[in-house]
């Protein structure tokens, strides 16, 4: 008996965790159909014709119940993030750094690399080749977070 209600207890929790925690997975519903098949299979072998049709109602009872519970809005809502994001991306480069202000690369541009410009360290792209390390660069545009620079 102990083992039957064990092997349902199982099959509602793997029944769950597909609804709740892996929709579309399909692994939480036959891990919970294999529970389901021996915990019935048990049923009828050692509790007998009564136990097993008893032991099945249960089941379809308990999947019902818990696929309804499952799927109600507010089950959903205990999983929602709650919490506000305040945070923003980095700012973006033009908003510090000017067109024609000049730095120096801190690695080699080949053709993205670290610059530093105004006391900043910032990711630079060149558009020329290749720009070694130290050497005096100056601003010529914006490409998104990065800013474009060439050799003085």
Not at 68 to 90: C, D, H, P, Y
């Amino acid at each position: 008996m102990g083992m039957v209600i064990f092997l349902v207890v199982l099959g509602l929790f793997f029944l769950v965790a597909e609804l709740v925690f892996l929709p579309g997975a399909a692994l939480g519903v036959i891990l919970s159909l294999a529970s389901y098949a021996a915990a019935t299979y048990f049923a009828f072998v050692r509790i007998g014709m009564a136990g097993g049709f008893i032991t099945l109602g249960i089941i379809l009872l308990l999947s019902l119940i818990a696929t309804i519970i499952s799927l109600r809005a507010k089950t959903w809502q205990r999983f929602a993030l709650k919490n506000k994001v305040e945070g923003q991306s980095m700012q973006t480069p033009s908003e510090e750094v000017h067109i024609g202000d000049c730095g120096v690369t801190i690695s080699r541009l080949s053709p993205m690399g670290k610059v530093l410009i105004n006391g900043k360290e910032y990711e630079a792209k060149s558009a020329e080749a290749y720009i070694d390390q130290r050497r005096e660069v100056t601003v010529v545009g914006f490409e998104n977070f990065t800013i474009i620079v060439k050799s003085i």
